[in-house]
């Protein structure tokens, strides 16, 4: 029996060779830096340009909110490779631009410079107790109403499950499986991620939500409820954010944490065994979902064994890559893992 470290190792290099053949096939490719700057001012300047036409009344609100959501689900693309560093790693003032444009167009999201700490760790440990990531996002939770409501929600969704997720960090520190100093760091950064734009970015929704819960009581039952004149006007002076940038954004969001957090394992993955990591999870009922994180669960698994690529070269070149991954026995469309609260395994309540 080949061991996974073998494994691992072989379609690392065979995906890595699909990919210098579809480089040399199409020179083009090789221009990194210029083509995923290309990509994210077209993406800027597309949403932008929806955004005033919605202003305007000539594009309608359900067009606009699902144009945005397309779009930035393309910019947090954009943003994973920055973490990675595959664009501008020499001229960081660009690099650094990228990453905090995508970030203020997408401000439902943590800060992108802790969130590198995050995903690295995520890469290192991904499915264990401790990979803060994947847990943020609802992974290794038994499905649920919860679940389902805070699938798209990192402040108060994560709120409800960080005292658990802190006794396990806690539970793996006295085991061994984790540093002290790694467990502290880890706990507080979670927290400075938030601060201050996605807090504030998530208060305005949970705002702008009860109150259309209070206009349709008033309508339903003849009553007056309101919120205090200061919060009705900030509502009003925020309306244009609130349509353009952030129902786009919960959308996409949603979208995102659904699919990753299903396609990730979770709690019996084997330390280091990039096999048990992730599916590629293509159902054809995915479709809708995928569409607004441009197509993750397609080939995000291709990405935990080739780090460094840029995700148009993963996207355009997946279908060499499925073949390598299915010809090792990474699972495709494991829909027992919606049954299994994402175990590898089967999972049994302990």
Same mark, same amino acid.
């Given at each position: ?83 990675? @560093? ?22 439902? *999201?943590?800060?992108? @410079? ?13 499915? *264990? ?52 100093? *790694? ?26 939500? #009860? ?109 060499? #890559? ?29």
């Amino acid at each position: 029996m080949v061991k996974h470290q073998e494994k691992s190792r072989q379609i690392r290099k065979e995906i890595n060779q699909s990919y210098q053949q579809l480089k040399e096939m199409y020179p083009l490719l090789k221009r990194q830096d210029g083509i995923g700057f290309s990509i994210f001012l077209v993406s800027i300047m597309i949403i932008i340009t929806v955004s005033i036409g919605w202003y305007q009344e000539i594009i309608p609100t359900w067009l606009m909110i699902i144009m945005n959501a397309f779009f930035m689900g393309i910019l947090h693309e954009i943003e994973h490779d920055l973490i990675h @560093w595959l664009y501008f790693k020499k001229q960081k003032p660009i690099h650094h631009f990228m990453l905090f444009s995508v970030w203020i167009l997408r401000p439902l *999201t943590i800060n992108p @410079w802790i969130r590198r700490t995050l995903h690295y760790h995520h890469h290192k440990f991904s499915g *264990t107790l401790h990979d803060v990531e994947e847990r943020g996002v609802t992974n290794g939770e038994p499905w649920s109403v919860k679940r389902l409501f805070t699938t798209a929600d990192i402040v108060l969704g994560g709120l409800l499950r960080l005292k658990q997720m802190f006794k396990d960090m806690d539970r793996e520190v006295k085991n061994g499986n984790l540093k002290d100093e *790694t467990s502290s760091t880890l706990k507080r950064i979670t927290f400075l991620g938030l601060i201050p734009l996605t807090i504030a970015a998530h208060v305005i929704l949970y705002l702008f939500f #009860a109150d259309l819960l209070l206009h349709w009581i008033n309508a339903r039952f003849m009553t007056d409820f309101s919120f205090p004149f200061y919060i009705e006007n900030a509502l009003n002076s925020l309306n244009v954010v609130i349509y353009t940038i952030l129902l786009p954004n919960l959308l996409r969001q949603f979208c995102l944490h659904f699919i990753t957090s299903n396609m990730h394992y979770f709690g019996d993955v084997e330390e280091g065994n990039v096999m048990e990591q992730t599916q590629v999870l293509n159902v054809w009922w995915t479709f809708p979902m995928q569409v607004f994180c441009f197509f993750f669960g397609w080939t995000h698994s291709i990405h935990h064994f080739v780090v460094n690529e840029t995700f148009y070269v993963r996207h355009i070149g997946r279908k060499q #890559a499925w073949e390598v991954l299915r010809k090792y026995g990474v699972r495709f469309n494991d829909l027992g893992t919606f049954r299994r609260a994402n175990r590898y395994r089967e999972y049994s309540k302990p």
